[in-house]
């Protein structure tokens, strides 16, 4: 019952920034579709709603959102500037990272926040052994550390303490 009210209130709250300025017909159909959101599939998103109470969490979460923009600019730099100067050598490659992240929501997360981080594609996440593999577009090295460090570190430190 607590995650099915709790992903409600994230719907709601989606909905009313997806539709400001709100009207009266606006509303109620976001909180409609939001209770019907909430019922079919409250048990599915949400399991672990407890965690939803520590307010350090949200501080977590808007540096993470942050530091997730201010990746994203970058990728988009790099990627214009590859565009525009072809002589740039690629080396793509598809590698191995390690993450400590444990909850299925924070390695959604973290697979998303690297697909959208410099030349790198999340391929596949192997939640049983903590590995996911990425193509990167220009592989700096293969060895599972040094590309742990390069690619994952960044957005893990901050996901563990949102979602762990």
Request: aromatic share 8%; hydrophobic share 50%; glycine share 6%.
């Amino acid at each position: 019952m607590k995650s099915s009210v709790l992903l409600f209130i994230c719907c709601v709250v989606i909905w009313l920034g997806l539709n400001w300025p709100l009207t009266a017909g606006s509303l109620l159909s976001g909180v409609i579709v939001s209770i019907i959101v909430a019922a079919l599939t409250g048990d599915m998103f949400v399991t672990r709603p407890h965690i939803a109470a520590h307010v350090r969490r949200y501080f977590w979460l808007a540096y993470y959102i942050v530091l997730l923009a201010v990746e994203v600019v970058k990728a988009n730099i790099d990627i214009v500037f590859r565009v525009v100067h072809p002589d740039i050598p690629v080396n793509p490659g598809i590698v191995r990272v390690k993450t400590t992240i444990k909850s299925e929501t924070g390695l959604t997360l973290l697979a998303n926040s690297i697909t959208c981080s410099t030349g790198t594609c999340t391929v596949d996440v192997d939640a049983g052994n903590g590995e996911v593999y990425v193509h990167w577009l220009d592989v700096k090295s293969q060895n599972t550390e040094a590309a742990t460090e390069l690619i994952v570190k960044k957005f893990e430190k901050v996901l563990q303490r949102i979602f762990d």
